[in-house]
């Protein structure tokens, strides 16, 4: 049996597998990035207001 940890990262790494068969192929920081979401480490809204700031950064220099 699996503990809930292990069940979160087989799961991510079905999601991630399933992408790479469409084509999509996703960084080590972004899969990290996908596995702290699913564990509840940040939350989806935090990555996303980060993500949005440092666009923002960029387009401003």
Do not use: C, D, N
């Amino acid at each position: 049996m699996r503990t809930p940890a292990e069940l979160t990262v087989f799961k991510v790494q079905q999601a991630i597998g399933s992408m790479a068969i469409e084509g999509i192929r996703l960084s080590p920081k972004t899969q990290h990035v996908m596995l702290e979401i699913a564990s509840g480490q940040v939350s989806a809204t935090e990555v996303k207001q980060a993500l949005i700031a440092q666009y923002k950064q960029k387009a401003s220099a």
